[in-house]
Protein backbone atom coordinates (compact mmCIF):
# COMPACT_ATOMS: atom_id res chain seq x y z
CA UNK A 1 0.00 0.00 0.00
CA UNK A 2 1.41 3.40 -0.74
CA UNK A 3 2.17 5.47 2.25
CA UNK A 4 0.24 9.29 2.45
CA UNK A 5 3.02 11.43 4.03
CA UNK A 6 1.49 14.92 5.54
CA UNK A 7 4.38 16.86 4.01
CA UNK A 8 5.90 16.87 0.70
CA UNK A 9 9.95 17.06 1.01
CA UNK A 10 9.96 20.35 -0.53
CA UNK A 11 7.67 21.61 2.96
CA UNK A 12 9.66 19.82 5.29
CA UNK A 13 13.33 21.27 3.57
CA UNK A 14 11.68 24.94 3.54
CA UNK A 15 10.24 24.22 7.20
CA UNK A 16 13.46 23.29 8.78
CA UNK A 17 15.37 25.72 6.64
CA UNK A 18 13.05 28.45 8.36
CA UNK A 19 13.31 27.17 11.86
CA UNK A 20 16.92 27.03 11.71
CA UNK A 21 17.12 31.19 10.30
CA UNK A 22 19.31 32.06 13.90
CA UNK A 23 21.75 29.38 13.35
CA UNK A 24 22.42 30.38 9.47
CA UNK A 25 25.34 31.96 10.35
CA UNK A 26 27.27 28.56 12.11
CA UNK A 27 25.71 26.96 9.15
CA UNK A 28 27.00 29.22 6.70
CA UNK A 29 30.74 28.81 8.05
CA UNK A 30 30.48 25.18 8.67
CA UNK A 31 29.44 24.54 4.78
CA UNK A 32 32.13 27.12 3.89
CA UNK A 33 34.37 24.85 5.75
CA UNK A 34 32.85 21.81 4.18
CA UNK A 35 33.12 23.13 0.37
CA UNK A 36 36.49 24.35 0.82
CA UNK A 37 37.78 21.15 2.65
CA UNK A 38 35.97 18.88 -0.17
CA UNK A 39 37.71 21.25 -2.74
CA UNK A 40 40.89 20.58 -0.93
CA UNK A 41 40.90 17.17 -1.05
CA UNK A 42 40.29 16.92 -5.12
CA UNK A 43 43.33 19.89 -4.73
CA UNK A 44 45.21 17.29 -2.54
CA UNK A 45 45.08 14.28 -4.77
CA UNK A 46 45.52 16.80 -8.20
CA UNK A 47 48.14 18.63 -7.09
CA UNK A 48 50.01 15.21 -5.65
CA UNK A 49 49.70 13.51 -8.75
CA UNK A 50 51.14 16.63 -10.91
CA UNK A 51 54.11 16.89 -7.76
CA UNK A 52 54.89 13.02 -8.86
CA UNK A 53 54.38 13.73 -12.65
CA UNK A 54 57.06 16.59 -12.16
CA UNK A 55 59.60 14.72 -10.07
CA UNK A 56 59.59 12.08 -12.97
CA UNK A 57 60.48 15.16 -15.47
CA UNK A 58 56.87 15.00 -17.47
CA UNK A 59 56.40 18.59 -16.24
CA UNK A 60 57.56 21.63 -14.74
CA UNK A 61 56.89 23.17 -11.44
CA UNK A 62 57.86 20.42 -8.97
CA UNK A 63 58.50 22.61 -5.76
CA UNK A 64 55.26 24.39 -6.52
CA UNK A 65 52.77 21.36 -6.66
CA UNK A 66 54.62 20.12 -3.96
CA UNK A 67 53.32 23.44 -1.82
CA UNK A 68 50.57 23.18 -2.96
CA UNK A 69 49.75 20.08 -2.41
CA UNK A 70 50.97 20.83 1.25
CA UNK A 71 48.88 23.59 1.42
CA UNK A 72 45.57 21.43 0.73
CA UNK A 73 46.53 18.66 3.35
CA UNK A 74 46.69 21.64 6.14
CA UNK A 75 43.58 22.99 4.57
CA UNK A 76 41.68 19.41 4.72
CA UNK A 77 42.54 19.36 8.51
CA UNK A 78 41.62 22.76 9.67
CA UNK A 79 38.44 22.77 7.18
CA UNK A 80 37.29 19.69 8.83
CA UNK A 81 37.61 20.43 12.40
CA UNK A 82 35.78 24.17 11.68
CA UNK A 83 33.35 22.29 9.88
CA UNK A 84 32.53 19.92 12.57
CA UNK A 85 32.78 22.54 15.31
CA UNK A 86 30.43 25.01 13.71
CA UNK A 87 27.60 22.87 12.59
CA UNK A 88 27.20 20.15 15.71
CA UNK A 89 27.54 24.37 17.54
CA UNK A 90 24.31 25.28 15.00
CA UNK A 91 22.69 22.17 15.47
CA UNK A 92 22.78 21.63 19.29
CA UNK A 93 21.82 25.27 19.96
CA UNK A 94 18.50 25.31 17.04
CA UNK A 95 17.75 21.38 18.84
CA UNK A 96 17.36 23.32 22.65
CA UNK A 97 15.20 26.04 20.68
CA UNK A 98 12.95 23.28 19.04
CA UNK A 99 12.44 21.39 22.61
CA UNK A 100 10.99 24.06 24.25
CA UNK A 101 9.01 25.14 20.53
CA UNK A 102 7.66 21.57 21.15
CA UNK A 103 6.83 21.61 24.92
CA UNK A 104 4.62 24.94 23.85
CA UNK A 105 3.16 23.03 21.29
CA UNK A 106 2.45 19.86 23.50
CA UNK A 107 1.07 22.27 26.40
CA UNK A 108 -1.29 24.43 23.94
CA UNK A 109 -2.99 21.14 22.95
CA UNK A 110 -2.79 19.05 26.05
CA UNK A 111 -4.44 18.00 27.52
CA UNK A 112 -6.87 17.05 25.15
CA UNK A 113 -3.91 15.62 22.75
CA UNK A 114 -2.70 13.51 25.43
CA UNK A 115 -5.64 11.69 26.86
CA UNK A 116 -5.60 8.49 25.15
CA UNK A 117 -2.21 9.01 23.48
CA UNK A 118 0.89 6.77 25.05
CA UNK A 119 3.12 9.11 26.98
CA UNK A 120 6.08 6.77 25.77
CA UNK A 121 5.93 8.09 22.21
CA UNK A 122 5.13 11.43 23.04
CA UNK A 123 8.12 11.67 24.89
CA UNK A 124 10.09 9.70 22.63
CA UNK A 125 8.66 12.67 19.93
CA UNK A 126 10.05 15.08 22.13
CA UNK A 127 13.75 13.70 23.11
CA UNK A 128 14.59 11.42 20.16
CA UNK A 129 13.14 12.31 17.46
CA UNK A 130 14.19 16.01 18.07
CA UNK A 131 17.65 14.97 18.46
CA UNK A 132 17.58 12.91 15.18
CA UNK A 133 17.39 16.48 13.57
CA UNK A 134 20.94 17.05 14.76
CA UNK A 135 21.90 15.39 10.99
CA UNK A 136 19.51 18.02 8.80
CA UNK A 137 21.17 20.75 10.42
CA UNK A 138 24.97 19.51 10.96
CA UNK A 139 25.49 17.28 8.16
CA UNK A 140 23.15 17.99 5.42
CA UNK A 141 23.59 21.55 4.10
CA UNK A 142 27.25 21.57 3.65
CA UNK A 143 27.24 17.97 1.20
CA UNK A 144 24.47 19.56 -0.54
CA UNK A 145 27.27 22.37 -1.84
CA UNK A 146 30.11 20.11 -1.78
CA UNK A 147 27.52 18.23 -4.55
CA UNK A 148 27.02 21.58 -6.53
CA UNK A 149 30.67 22.60 -6.59
CA UNK A 150 32.87 20.31 -6.80
CA UNK A 151 31.20 18.63 -10.38
CA UNK A 152 31.41 22.13 -11.52
CA UNK A 153 35.07 22.50 -10.96
CA UNK A 154 35.76 18.89 -11.78
CA UNK A 155 33.75 19.52 -15.42
CA UNK A 156 35.47 23.04 -16.01
CA UNK A 157 39.12 21.17 -15.23
CA UNK A 158 38.10 18.45 -17.76
CA UNK A 159 36.65 21.16 -20.56
CA UNK A 160 40.44 22.74 -19.78
CA UNK A 161 42.18 19.29 -20.51
CA UNK A 162 39.62 18.38 -23.10
CA UNK A 163 36.07 18.60 -23.88
CA UNK A 164 35.93 14.86 -24.48
CA UNK A 165 36.07 14.52 -21.02
CA UNK A 166 33.95 16.61 -19.53
CA UNK A 167 31.00 15.36 -21.89
CA UNK A 168 31.71 11.87 -20.56
CA UNK A 169 32.00 13.15 -16.83
CA UNK A 170 28.50 15.53 -16.78
CA UNK A 171 26.30 12.63 -17.24
CA UNK A 172 28.19 10.85 -14.51
CA UNK A 173 27.79 13.64 -11.89
CA UNK A 174 24.03 14.22 -13.14
CA UNK A 175 23.64 10.42 -12.11
CA UNK A 176 24.83 10.50 -8.89
CA UNK A 177 24.28 13.54 -7.50
CA UNK A 178 20.85 14.66 -8.59
CA UNK A 179 19.01 11.55 -9.83
CA UNK A 180 20.11 8.87 -7.12
CA UNK A 181 19.61 10.64 -4.36
CA UNK A 182 16.43 12.17 -5.25
CA UNK A 183 15.06 8.30 -6.21
CA UNK A 184 16.80 7.34 -2.80
CA UNK A 185 14.97 9.75 -1.19
CA UNK A 186 11.54 9.33 -2.78
CA UNK A 187 11.85 5.17 -2.39
CA UNK A 188 12.67 5.02 1.08
CA UNK A 189 10.66 7.61 3.07
CA UNK A 190 8.15 4.81 3.95
CA UNK A 191 11.16 2.93 5.26
CA UNK A 192 12.36 5.87 7.16
CA UNK A 193 8.74 6.62 8.52
CA UNK A 194 8.50 3.04 9.51
CA UNK A 195 11.29 2.70 11.53
CA UNK A 196 10.98 5.92 13.51
CA UNK A 197 7.36 4.66 14.27
CA UNK A 198 8.23 1.26 15.20
CA UNK A 199 11.15 2.54 17.20
CA UNK A 200 8.95 4.77 19.07
CA UNK A 201 6.46 2.15 19.50
CA UNK A 202 9.51 0.04 21.30
CA UNK A 203 10.59 3.00 23.53
CA UNK A 204 7.56 3.75 24.53
CA UNK A 205 6.57 -0.25 25.33
CA UNK A 206 9.79 -0.44 27.28
CA UNK A 207 9.01 2.76 29.37
CA UNK A 208 5.00 1.32 29.74
CA UNK A 209 7.03 -1.61 31.63
CA UNK A 210 9.45 0.15 33.54
CA UNK A 211 6.28 1.92 35.01
CA UNK A 212 3.84 -0.67 35.86
CA UNK A 213 6.42 -3.72 36.80
CA UNK A 214 4.82 -3.33 40.38
CA UNK A 215 1.48 -4.84 38.82
CA UNK A 216 3.73 -7.20 36.01
CA UNK A 217 5.04 -8.68 39.11
CA UNK A 218 1.61 -8.78 41.02
CA UNK A 219 -0.02 -10.61 38.27
CA UNK A 220 2.53 -12.55 36.95
CA UNK A 221 3.04 -11.16 33.93
CA UNK A 222 6.43 -10.82 33.11
CA UNK A 223 6.34 -13.11 30.72
CA UNK A 224 3.66 -12.26 28.67
CA UNK A 225 4.87 -8.90 28.98
CA UNK A 226 8.36 -9.92 27.75
CA UNK A 227 6.75 -11.26 24.51
CA UNK A 228 4.90 -7.65 23.70
CA UNK A 229 8.39 -6.01 24.22
CA UNK A 230 10.10 -8.66 21.90
CA UNK A 231 7.16 -8.55 19.26
CA UNK A 232 7.60 -4.49 19.34
CA UNK A 233 11.43 -5.38 18.88
CA UNK A 234 11.29 -7.52 16.34
CA UNK A 235 9.32 -5.09 14.23
CA UNK A 236 12.23 -2.50 14.71
CA UNK A 237 14.60 -4.80 13.18
CA UNK A 238 12.43 -5.48 10.64
CA UNK A 239 12.07 -1.83 10.08
CA UNK A 240 16.54 -1.78 10.54
CA UNK A 241 16.57 -4.10 8.07
CA UNK A 242 14.50 -2.32 5.60
CA UNK A 243 16.74 1.01 6.15
CA UNK A 244 19.94 -1.10 6.03
CA UNK A 245 19.11 -2.82 2.73
CA UNK A 246 17.74 0.38 1.09
CA UNK A 247 21.19 1.88 2.39
CA UNK A 248 22.97 -0.40 0.82
CA UNK A 249 21.00 -0.56 -2.76
CA UNK A 250 21.81 2.95 -2.80
CA UNK A 251 25.35 3.04 -1.92
CA UNK A 252 26.49 0.33 -4.47
CA UNK A 253 24.54 2.21 -7.19
CA UNK A 254 27.05 5.40 -6.91
CA UNK A 255 29.88 2.95 -6.50
CA UNK A 256 29.88 1.57 -10.02
CA UNK A 257 29.63 4.84 -11.27
CA UNK A 258 32.69 5.87 -9.29
CA UNK A 259 34.69 3.14 -11.49
CA UNK A 260 32.72 3.60 -14.76
CA UNK A 261 33.92 7.44 -14.71
CA UNK A 262 37.68 6.29 -14.09
CA UNK A 263 37.35 3.62 -16.88
CA UNK A 264 35.72 6.11 -18.94
CA UNK A 265 38.51 8.90 -18.20
CA UNK A 266 41.17 5.88 -19.52
CA UNK A 267 38.76 5.38 -22.64
CA UNK A 268 38.91 8.78 -23.45
CA UNK A 269 42.53 9.21 -23.22
CA UNK A 270 42.96 5.78 -25.37
CA UNK A 271 40.55 7.39 -28.28
CA UNK A 272 42.42 10.61 -27.86
CA UNK A 273 45.98 9.29 -28.37
CA UNK A 274 44.40 7.30 -31.14
CA UNK A 275 43.75 10.61 -32.71
CA UNK A 276 46.83 11.76 -31.81
CA UNK A 277 46.02 13.96 -28.91
CA UNK A 278 48.23 13.40 -25.93
CA UNK A 279 47.31 14.85 -22.53
CA UNK A 280 49.02 12.57 -20.36
CA UNK A 281 49.78 15.17 -17.49
CA UNK A 282 46.21 16.74 -17.44
CA UNK A 283 44.75 13.26 -18.09
CA UNK A 284 46.41 11.74 -14.98
CA UNK A 285 46.03 14.73 -12.80
CA UNK A 286 42.31 14.58 -14.06
CA UNK A 287 42.12 11.17 -13.05
CA UNK A 288 42.92 11.71 -9.41
CA UNK A 289 41.35 15.01 -9.10
CA UNK A 290 37.63 13.34 -10.16
CA UNK A 291 38.12 10.41 -8.16
CA UNK A 292 38.57 12.68 -5.34
CA UNK A 293 35.50 14.61 -6.36
CA UNK A 294 33.59 11.67 -7.01
CA UNK A 295 33.94 10.15 -3.63
CA UNK A 296 32.88 13.33 -1.73
CA UNK A 297 29.69 13.49 -3.69
CA UNK A 298 29.48 10.04 -3.20
CA UNK A 299 28.95 10.89 0.35
CA UNK A 300 25.78 12.30 -0.54
CA UNK A 301 24.17 8.72 -0.86
CA UNK A 302 24.89 8.66 2.86
CA UNK A 303 23.57 11.81 3.89
CA UNK A 304 20.00 10.78 2.16
CA UNK A 305 19.66 7.71 4.16
CA UNK A 306 20.41 9.40 7.57
CA UNK A 307 18.17 11.98 5.82
CA UNK A 308 15.25 9.45 5.53
CA UNK A 309 15.32 9.11 9.51
CA UNK A 310 15.60 13.11 10.05
CA UNK A 311 12.24 13.35 7.44
CA UNK A 312 10.15 10.86 9.55
CA UNK A 313 11.02 12.69 13.06
CA UNK A 314 10.47 15.83 11.76
CA UNK A 315 6.93 14.83 9.89
CA UNK A 316 5.99 13.32 13.55
CA UNK A 317 7.25 16.87 15.15
CA UNK A 318 5.61 18.82 12.53
CA UNK A 319 2.04 16.85 13.29
CA UNK A 320 2.39 17.70 16.98
CA UNK A 321 3.00 21.71 16.51
CA UNK A 322 0.07 21.69 13.74
CA UNK A 323 -2.40 20.10 15.79
CA UNK A 324 -4.95 22.53 16.76
CA UNK A 325 -6.30 22.67 20.16
CA UNK A 326 -9.44 21.38 21.42
CA UNK A 327 -10.24 24.74 22.79
CA UNK A 328 -8.26 27.95 22.29
CA UNK A 329 -7.64 31.10 24.36
CA UNK A 330 -10.15 33.81 23.76
CA UNK A 331 -8.82 36.95 21.77
CA UNK A 332 -10.89 39.54 23.71
CA UNK A 333 -10.84 37.74 27.26
CA UNK A 334 -13.48 38.85 30.23
CA UNK A 335 -12.34 38.83 33.41
CA UNK A 336 -15.14 36.67 35.75
CA UNK A 337 -14.55 37.88 38.65
CA UNK A 338 -15.13 35.76 41.43
CA UNK A 339 -17.38 32.24 40.80
CA UNK A 340 -20.97 32.78 42.10
CA UNK A 341 -22.64 30.50 39.75
CA UNK A 342 -21.91 27.37 37.06
CA UNK A 343 -24.56 27.00 34.58
CA UNK A 344 -24.58 24.09 32.12
CA UNK A 345 -27.28 25.54 29.61
CA UNK A 346 -28.90 22.92 27.14
CA UNK A 347 -24.64 21.21 26.83
CA UNK A 348 -24.56 18.18 24.41
CA UNK A 349 -21.00 16.64 24.16
CA UNK A 350 -19.53 14.14 22.18
CA UNK A 351 -15.85 13.36 22.10
CA UNK A 352 -13.99 14.55 18.95
CA UNK A 353 -13.95 11.93 16.44
CA UNK A 354 -16.62 9.03 18.22
CA UNK A 355 -20.31 9.60 17.68
CA UNK A 356 -21.88 8.86 21.28
CA UNK A 357 -23.51 11.70 22.78
CA UNK A 358 -21.95 11.76 26.53
CA UNK A 359 -24.25 14.80 27.39
CA UNK A 360 -27.19 15.55 25.98
CA UNK A 361 -29.57 18.40 26.01
CA UNK A 362 -27.92 19.32 30.14
CA UNK A 363 -28.83 21.57 32.02
CA UNK A 364 -27.33 21.94 35.69
CA UNK A 365 -27.03 25.29 37.75
CA UNK A 366 -24.14 25.39 40.75
CA UNK A 367 -23.73 28.18 43.19
CA UNK A 368 -21.00 29.32 45.37
CA UNK A 369 -21.09 27.05 48.07
CA UNK A 370 -22.52 24.42 46.53
CA UNK A 371 -21.04 20.61 47.39
CA UNK A 372 -21.98 18.70 44.74
CA UNK A 373 -21.27 15.28 44.62
CA UNK A 374 -21.37 13.50 41.34
CA UNK A 375 -22.16 9.71 41.17
CA UNK A 376 -23.17 7.09 38.34
CA UNK A 377 -21.70 4.33 36.58
CA UNK A 378 -18.30 3.96 35.26
CA UNK A 379 -18.22 5.73 31.84
CA UNK A 380 -20.83 7.36 32.45
CA UNK A 381 -19.28 10.88 31.52
CA UNK A 382 -18.72 11.99 34.95
CA UNK A 383 -15.03 13.04 34.61
CA UNK A 384 -16.36 14.33 31.43
CA UNK A 385 -18.35 16.70 32.99
CA UNK A 386 -15.03 18.28 34.85
CA UNK A 387 -13.12 18.42 31.74
CA UNK A 388 -15.45 21.15 30.05
CA UNK A 389 -15.70 22.76 32.74
CA UNK A 390 -11.67 23.24 32.73
CA UNK A 391 -11.87 23.82 29.25
CA UNK A 392 -9.86 20.88 28.41
CA UNK A 393 -12.79 20.76 25.21
CA UNK A 394 -15.84 22.27 24.41
CA UNK A 395 -19.65 21.52 24.25
CA UNK A 396 -20.82 20.28 21.14
CA UNK A 397 -23.82 21.97 21.30
CA UNK A 398 -24.97 24.77 24.43
CA UNK A 399 -23.04 26.35 26.14
CA UNK A 400 -21.46 26.32 29.83
CA UNK A 401 -21.72 30.02 31.60
CA UNK A 402 -19.63 31.42 34.59
CA UNK A 403 -21.45 34.04 36.82
CA UNK A 404 -23.40 34.40 33.03
CA UNK A 405 -20.22 34.64 30.96
CA UNK A 406 -19.84 32.17 28.07
CA UNK A 407 -16.61 30.06 29.25
CA UNK A 408 -14.66 30.46 26.07
CA UNK A 409 -14.72 34.01 27.17
CA UNK A 410 -12.48 33.90 30.01
CA UNK A 411 -8.66 33.08 29.79
CA UNK A 412 -7.23 30.00 30.76
CA UNK A 413 -5.37 31.81 33.09
CA UNK A 414 -7.75 33.18 35.04
CA UNK A 415 -10.01 29.92 34.42
CA UNK A 416 -7.49 28.01 36.48
CA UNK A 417 -6.43 30.22 38.56
CA UNK A 418 -10.21 30.14 39.84
CA UNK A 419 -10.80 26.32 39.36
CA UNK A 420 -8.71 23.79 40.92
CA UNK A 421 -8.36 19.95 39.88
CA UNK A 422 -7.58 17.24 42.08
CA UNK A 423 -7.23 13.71 40.36
CA UNK A 424 -7.20 10.06 41.54
CA UNK A 425 -3.19 10.60 42.07
CA UNK A 426 -1.37 13.40 42.57
CA UNK A 427 1.60 13.90 40.73
CA UNK A 428 5.12 14.70 42.36
CA UNK A 429 7.79 16.02 40.38
CA UNK A 430 11.21 15.36 40.69
CA UNK A 431 11.73 18.83 43.19
CA UNK A 432 11.55 19.42 46.93
CA UNK A 433 8.47 19.01 48.71
CA UNK A 434 8.25 22.72 49.30
CA UNK A 435 8.76 22.97 45.53
CA UNK A 436 5.83 20.82 44.83
CA UNK A 437 3.56 22.12 47.11
CA UNK A 438 4.43 25.85 45.85
CA UNK A 439 3.98 24.78 42.07
CA UNK A 440 0.41 26.30 42.93
CA UNK A 441 2.00 29.46 44.07
CA UNK A 442 5.31 30.93 42.81
CA UNK A 443 5.33 33.41 44.72
CA UNK A 444 4.38 31.92 48.03
CA UNK A 445 6.91 32.03 50.69
CA UNK A 446 8.07 29.41 52.86
CA UNK A 447 5.38 30.65 55.84
CA UNK A 448 2.40 30.17 53.51
CA UNK A 449 3.43 26.36 52.11
CA UNK A 450 4.35 25.54 55.72
CA UNK A 451 0.47 26.92 56.19
CA UNK A 452 -0.75 25.26 52.98
CA UNK A 453 0.85 21.91 54.57
CA UNK A 454 -0.88 22.01 57.95
CA UNK A 455 -4.20 22.57 56.95
CA UNK A 456 -3.47 19.89 54.50
CA UNK A 457 -2.49 17.42 57.11
CA UNK A 458 0.41 16.68 55.83
CA UNK A 459 2.86 18.87 57.94
CA UNK A 460 3.62 16.29 60.67
CA UNK A 461 4.95 14.00 58.37
CA UNK A 462 6.79 16.35 56.57
CA UNK A 463 8.30 17.61 59.71
CA UNK A 464 9.48 13.48 60.28
CA UNK A 465 11.52 13.81 57.18
CA UNK A 466 15.64 14.71 57.90
CA UNK A 467 15.78 16.96 55.34
CA UNK A 468 12.05 18.13 56.15
CA UNK A 469 10.51 20.67 53.48
CA UNK A 470 13.45 20.47 51.21
CA UNK A 471 13.42 16.08 50.81
CA UNK A 472 13.79 15.69 47.08
CA UNK A 473 10.40 14.12 46.12
CA UNK A 474 12.53 12.45 43.16
CA UNK A 475 13.72 10.21 45.30
CA UNK A 476 11.06 10.07 47.92
CA UNK A 477 8.14 10.32 45.81
CA UNK A 478 7.49 6.38 45.33
CA UNK A 479 8.09 5.48 49.12
CA UNK A 480 4.78 8.07 49.58
CA UNK A 481 1.58 6.43 50.74
CA UNK A 482 -1.60 7.56 48.29
CA UNK A 483 -3.08 9.40 51.32
CA UNK A 484 0.39 11.63 51.74
CA UNK A 485 0.72 12.73 47.75
CA UNK A 486 -3.54 13.40 47.94
CA UNK A 487 -2.17 15.35 50.69
CA UNK A 488 0.15 17.04 49.06
CA UNK A 489 -2.46 17.58 46.39
CA UNK A 490 -4.68 19.44 48.74
CA UNK A 491 -1.81 21.46 50.31
CA UNK A 492 -1.72 23.21 46.67
CA UNK A 493 -5.14 23.71 46.24
CA UNK A 494 -5.57 25.27 49.72
CA UNK A 495 -2.44 27.12 48.91
CA UNK A 496 -4.05 28.35 45.67
CA UNK A 497 -7.35 29.53 47.15
CA UNK A 498 -9.23 28.46 44.05
CA UNK A 499 -12.80 29.53 43.78
CA UNK A 500 -14.36 25.97 43.11
CA UNK A 501 -12.26 22.74 43.81
CA UNK A 502 -13.11 20.18 41.11
CA UNK A 503 -12.11 16.17 42.58
CA UNK A 504 -12.51 13.11 40.60
CA UNK A 505 -12.61 10.07 43.05
CA UNK A 506 -9.83 11.95 45.97
CA UNK A 507 -10.29 8.86 48.45
CA UNK A 508 -9.64 6.36 45.67
CA UNK A 509 -6.34 5.39 47.03
CA UNK A 510 -7.26 5.94 50.77
CA UNK A 511 -8.61 3.96 53.57
CA UNK A 512 -11.77 4.33 55.88
CA UNK A 513 -9.19 6.57 58.28
CA UNK A 514 -7.54 8.71 55.67
CA UNK A 515 -10.98 8.59 53.62
CA UNK A 516 -12.81 10.48 56.95
CA UNK A 517 -9.46 12.43 57.44
CA UNK A 518 -9.51 13.67 53.64
CA UNK A 519 -13.21 14.45 54.07
CA UNK A 520 -12.47 16.67 57.53
CA UNK A 521 -9.73 18.26 56.05
CA UNK A 522 -12.41 19.67 53.20
CA UNK A 523 -15.24 20.13 55.80
CA UNK A 524 -13.12 22.80 57.63
CA UNK A 525 -10.05 23.63 55.53
CA UNK A 526 -12.11 24.30 52.48
CA UNK A 527 -15.44 25.66 54.20
CA UNK A 528 -18.07 27.89 51.98
CA UNK A 529 -15.94 27.26 48.93
CA UNK A 530 -17.56 25.30 46.16
CA UNK A 531 -17.24 22.29 45.20
CA UNK A 532 -17.63 19.30 42.87
CA UNK A 533 -16.49 16.09 43.94
CA UNK A 534 -16.44 12.49 41.62
CA UNK A 535 -16.95 9.46 43.57
CA UNK A 536 -17.85 5.82 43.50
CA UNK A 537 -17.84 5.91 47.38
CA UNK A 538 -20.95 6.84 48.90
CA UNK A 539 -19.07 7.34 51.82
CA UNK A 540 -16.87 9.57 50.65
CA UNK A 541 -20.24 11.78 49.32
CA UNK A 542 -21.62 11.79 52.57
CA UNK A 543 -20.46 15.91 52.75
CA UNK A 544 -22.07 16.62 49.64
CA UNK A 545 -25.67 18.47 50.15
CA UNK A 546 -26.57 17.81 46.11
CA UNK A 547 -25.99 14.60 44.62
CA UNK A 548 -25.87 14.78 40.52
CA UNK A 549 -26.38 11.49 39.26
CA UNK A 550 -24.90 10.66 35.70
CA UNK A 551 -28.47 9.54 34.59
CA UNK A 552 -29.62 12.70 33.90
CA UNK A 553 -26.52 14.00 31.63
CA UNK A 554 -28.69 11.82 28.39
N1 LIG B 1 -10.65 11.27 24.84
C1 LIG B 1 -11.70 10.48 24.66
N2 LIG B 1 -12.09 10.15 23.41
C2 LIG B 1 -13.15 9.36 23.20
N3 LIG B 1 -13.92 8.85 24.19
C3 LIG B 1 -13.59 9.14 25.45
C4 LIG B 1 -12.47 9.97 25.76
N4 LIG B 1 -12.39 10.08 27.09
C5 LIG B 1 -13.41 9.36 27.59
N5 LIG B 1 -14.13 8.79 26.62
C6 LIG B 1 -15.34 7.96 26.76
O1 LIG B 1 -16.38 8.79 27.28
C7 LIG B 1 -17.17 8.07 28.20
C8 LIG B 1 -17.26 8.84 29.52
O2 LIG B 1 -15.94 8.88 30.09
P1 LIG B 1 -15.68 9.47 31.55
O3 LIG B 1 -14.25 9.33 31.84
O4 LIG B 1 -16.29 10.82 31.64
O5 LIG B 1 -16.53 8.45 32.44
P2 LIG B 1 -16.63 8.36 34.02
O6 LIG B 1 -18.09 8.37 34.34
O7 LIG B 1 -15.81 9.40 34.66
O8 LIG B 1 -16.02 6.93 34.25
P3 LIG B 1 -15.22 6.36 35.54
O9 LIG B 1 -16.16 6.39 36.68
O10 LIG B 1 -14.90 4.97 35.14
O11 LIG B 1 -14.02 7.22 35.72
C9 LIG B 1 -16.55 6.70 28.35
O12 LIG B 1 -17.30 5.81 27.54
C10 LIG B 1 -15.15 6.87 27.82
O13 LIG B 1 -14.70 5.69 27.21
Known sequence: ??????????????????????????????????????????????????????????CDGAGIYAALTAVCAILIAVCRYLEGVFSHLGAYGILAKMRVHLFDAIDRIAPAYLIGRETGDVMNIAVSDIETLEYFFAHTIGPMFTVILLPTTTVVIAWCVNPLYALVLIPIYLIISVVLPLVALKAGRGIGMRYREQLGDL???????????????????????????????????????????????????????????????????????????????????????????????????????????????AERI???????????????????????????????????????????????????????????????????????????????????????????????????QRIAFLEQDTYLFDATIAENIGIAKPEAGMDEIRTAAKRAGIAEFIDTLPDGYDTDMGQMSARLSGGERQRIGIARILLRNPDVCLMDEPSSALDALHEKELLHTLETEYAGKTLLLISHRTSTLTGCERILNAETFR
Open 1 to 58: MKRKFSYSMKEMNYRLLMMGRPIWKYIGISTLASTLGALSHMGLMGFGALWLLAAAGF
Open 203 to 313: KSKILESVYSIRDIQIFGAGQRRMQVVEQANGKVNQAALGLTLHRQTIASFPNFFVYLARILILVCAGVLAARGINHPVGTIALSFAATASLSSTFSLTFVVTSLLESYAA
Open 318 to 416: FKIEDTEPETKEPEHPVSCGEIETIEFQDVTFAYPGTRKNILEHFNYVIKKGDRVGIAGESGAGKSTILRLLLRFYAPTEGQILINGIPIEQISFTELH
